[in-house]
């Protein structure tokens, strides 16, 4: 019943004229009827009528424009969507920038050591580039080799060094180190002789090691231009120093952007250094310890003849680099056969 009376007093203009028409309609089935009072009748009811769609026109106006602000509101969506799209974009741009600087490491001292030494835990592969390669000759070959025996399994070795042959880029080399070591350095000075023989060092003991495990796949490029840096890739990161040991480093790990660029960077630089045919070493054969003629011939069959200057003391002194050599960063020295 309230409902009823709810609506009758929202409708009470309709109402009143619906009740008007009946009672005219009445009136003029009878046998007299009154015409003024059914024109009144009508004028009244129309009226009525009236003033309800006015009403209903009043009611209406605020709908009709809220929903023509709600249509004008859907004509700008497309551009607010796409600057949220956009403001999304900066986001995760600033997302993966964040991620990724937060994957290069600086590191030094003796964080150096560790990281080399994580980057060699279980990896199959190892590409290098720098000048003469005295760490990987030293610990990273023979640890890595060492590894992959006890594993059984396959391991893929890069390096690119300078070239020993190239007596420009070794006297070039050899001054940056000198300009570089610290005042009052007691270790062996740097010269174009030493750095020759360093570089030879590197290719005897990768040849040495290649021969006593046949599922170590090496290649070596000899560059003719010198790096200031040195850059050191396992499966698990990438290791970028320079020549001081003690110096600050970056660690990048692997997955992140600038591993791959480091990845494509160092198999290009090798893809246009002169590569040395290791492959021909299986015809100059190593015994356990190398004597000084399976060296000079090694290194005939490689096309890499020592200059003749070098002597028999000087072959046997690349040998002892080759093979004991110091660990840079201070490190215990270990032959690894």
Request: aromatic letters at 8%; one cysteine or more; charged letters at 30%.
């Amino acid at each position: 019943m309230a409902r009823f009376a709810l609506w009758l007093l929202r409708n009470a203009d309709a109402a009143i004229a619906l009740v008007i028409a009946l009672v005219v309609a009445i009136f003029g089935l009878s046998d007299d009827p009154d015409p003024g009072l059914i024109a009144s009748a009508t004028l009244l009811v129309l009226g009525l009528l009236a003033a309800g769609i006015l009403r209903d026109r009043y009611r209406s106006a605020p709908v009709e424009e809220e929903i023509r602000g709600s249509l004008r509101s859907l004509e700008a969506l497309p551009e607010r969507l796409e600057r949220i799209d956009g403001f999304e974009r900066l986001v995760l741009r600033t997302r993966h920038a964040l991620d990724e600087s937060s994957a290069v490491q600086v590191i030094s001292g003796s964080e150096v050591a560790s990281a080399l030494a994580a980057a060699r835990q279980g990896t199959d592969r190892w590409i290098f580039k720098g000048g003469t390669g005295t760490y990987i000759r030293a610990v990273t070959l023979p640890g890595c080799v060492a590894d992959a025996k006890r594993e059984r399994r396959a391991l893929l070795f890069r390096l690119e060094i300078i070239d020993p042959s190239n007596e420009e880029v070794c006297d070039a080399y050899a001054r940056f180190r000198r300009a570089g070591a610290p005042a009052g350095e007691e270790h062996e000075p740097w010269t174009l002789e030493r750095t020759r023989k360093e570089s030879y060092a590197t290719i005897l003991a990768a040849c040495y090691h290649r021969d006593r495990y046949r599922l170590l796949d090496i290649d070596i490029g000899l560059s003719g231009t010198m790096t200031t840096f040195r850059w050191d890739l396992s499966s698990s990161c990438a290791v970028i120093t320079r020549e001081e040991p003690t110096g600050p480093a970056l660690r990048v790990d692997k997955g992140k952007f600038y591993y791959d660029w480091c990845y494509t960077e160092l198999l290009n630089s090798l893809d246009q250094a002169r590569r040395v045919p290791i492959e021909q070493a299986r015809a100059a054969r190593l015994s356990e310890e190398p004597t000084i003629e399976e060296i000079r011939r090694l290194f005939q069959v490689l096309d890499l003849p020592l200059p003749r200057s070098f002597g028999d003391r000087d072959v046997a002194d690349i040998a002892r680099r080759a093979l004991r050599a110091v660990d840079p960063y201070g490190g215990p020295s270990e032959r690894r056969p």
